[in-house]
């Protein structure tokens, strides 16, 4: 089945630096993958719509120079939290649908903590 | 924003019990999914059903669909330890590569 790679899956480190994320389709190609951020026993909130060859499109009151996404191939984008301050800790996960009108295959997340 | 209300926020029952978990959305829909989430991993996705049916069963699964009521329900048969997660319904509005809008969740506790 459709597997997607998410990389590092734990990630410490001093505030004020910037973190990159990973997350790879690693069967199945995709033209659009979605990042979304989950706080501890609360649900997803998506972040953006990461576009294979363009501009992401983020949700509103997520900041565009704070969370940079790139998505420069069919099977792989990345999301920079820049920066980093400790507000910005929390679980990070990107998911790909396999598809159109496909259910969406999820990375298994990273844990993000800024000290 | 968040559309999808998942009711119970929170369910414990015993090995062997049926477990419901029911969904609310507020807007139409193209589909509805339901995933699930082990402690600090990601989702899995249990089964999609579209706007135009009913019930879907996979397994010890069933989903139902009332598109008047904007509901969805989650039936887990025979529970096992092993279904101990949290259940999140996901709502896609339009068809393609739609964004998910999920609910709040229900954390399920399945005891041996």
């Known amino acids: 089945g459709a597997v997607v790679s998410q990389h590092p899956s734990w990630v410490i480190c001093k505030s004020g630096t910037s973190v990159k994320i990973e997350c790879r389709s690693l069967?199945?190609?995709?033209?659009?993958m979605f990042w979304y951020r989950q706080f501890p026993k609360q649900s997803l909130m998506l972040m953006a719509t990461?576009?294979?060859?363009?501009?992401?499109?983020?949700e509103q009151g997520v900041e565009k120079d704070k969370f940079l996404i790139n998505h420069a191939s069919l099977t792989l984008s990345t999301l920079t939290v820049t920066s980093a301050h400790p507000e910005d800790s929390s679980f990070y996960i990107c998911?790909?649908?396999?598809?159109?009108?496909?259910?969406?295959?999820f990375g298994d997340g990273t844990r993000l903590s800024i000290l | 924003s968040q559309q999808g209300e998942e009711d119970p926020q929170a369910l414990s029952i015993q090995e062997g019990e049926n477990a419901t978990m029911n969904c609310s959305y507020k807007?139409?829909?193209?589909?509805l999914q339901w995933y699930r989430q082990n402690s600090g991993r990601g989702l899995v996705h249990l089964i999609l059903?579209?706007?135009?049916?009913r019930e879907k069963h996979s397994g010890r699964l069933r989903v139902t669909l009332d598109t008047s009521k904007k509901s969805s329900s989650l039936l887990i048969t025979a529970s096992r330890a092993a279904d101990t997660a949290s259940y999140f319904c996901?709502?896609?509005?339009?068809?393609?590569?739609?964004?998910?809008?999920f609910g709040k969740g229900t954390m399920l506790l399945v005891s041996p």
């Open positions: 998911s790909a649908p396999a598809g159109p009108d496909q259910p969406q295959h």
């Open positions: 069967d199945f190609q995709a033209t659009t």
């Open positions: 990461s576009n294979e060859g363009s501009k992401a499109t983020y």
């Open positions: 807007t139409s829909i193209n589909n």
């Open positions: 059903i579209r706007s135009n049916e």
């Open positions: 996901a709502t896609a509005e339009n068809s393609g590569y739609s964004t998910l809008t």
